[in-house]
């Protein structure tokens, strides 16, 4: 976990200090990009999860963490997030109509059973350089990470997310903060999700999907 934490600070720092430096430095954005996306990803992929199944630091403590981490790479707020996973995920109702990877895949991305292999590579390749799909993402994560349905999540989102923003203004560094930190968290971050989604589970075809519980 401190891992993650600390690929995801120490990955925006050492990219603001190659733009700061500019000229050749900048070649090596890609690496503090890299680094602060693989933090984030490890923070949602794999500390968030076992944070849903109570297993990192033990009840409040689990809850807590995961609205931090949540709130740190933009996505729906722990709660809903561990109900659907612990409720639907793990359960007979995967990639059925009410789990949210088959509504991601489907309803989102746009992919259908009856596609051919070569239609589904050819509107991945499409939809991840796509303007519409990565607005609508970005629209869909702000309204979960700052706009749901739960005052307290709300508010520490805003006010952890005020103090960053507050601190590039205060800086007049707005220009710095988007490319530093706005773009791996939005447009590479939703990348690696699709990219990542496409491959984590296999579709249950019967008479697998049947026997499965």
Request: hydrophobic share 50%; glycine share 8%.
């Amino acid at each position: 976990m401190l891992e993650a934490f600390l690929a995801y600070i120490l990955g925006g720092i050492f990219a603001t200090w190659l733009v700061i430096q500019g000229g050749a430095y900048l070649t090596l954005l890609p690496v503090g990009w890299c680094l602060l996306l693989h933090g984030a990803w490890k923070l949602y992929i794999t500390i968030l999860h076992a944070n849903s199944h109570g297993i990192v630091l033990g009840a409040p403590f689990d809850y807590w963490l995961g609205e931090v981490i949540s709130i740190l790479t933009v996505t729906r707020d722990f709660r809903s997030y561990k109900q659907a996973h612990t409720k639907v995920h793990h359960t007979g109702q995967l990639l059925q109509s009410k789990d949210n990877t088959y509504n991601y895949l489907i309803n989102i991305v746009g992919f259908r059973p009856d596609m051919s292999v070569e239609q589904l590579w050819q509107h991945l390749r499409k939809t991840l350089i796509s303007p519409k799909f990565h607005l609508r993402r970005l629209s869909s994560r702000f309204r979960a990470c700052f706009f749901f349905p739960f005052p307290v999540h709300n508010a520490l989102a805003f006010g952890i997310w005020g103090l960053i923003v507050g601190l590039f203004i205060y800086t007049h560094s707005v220009w710095l903060g988007l490319l530093v930190w706005g773009l791996p968290l939005t447009v590479l971050f939703q990348i690696s999700m699709l990219l990542r989604m496409c491959v984590e589970h296999r579709w249950p075809v019967p008479p697998v999907g049947n026997r499965r519980n």
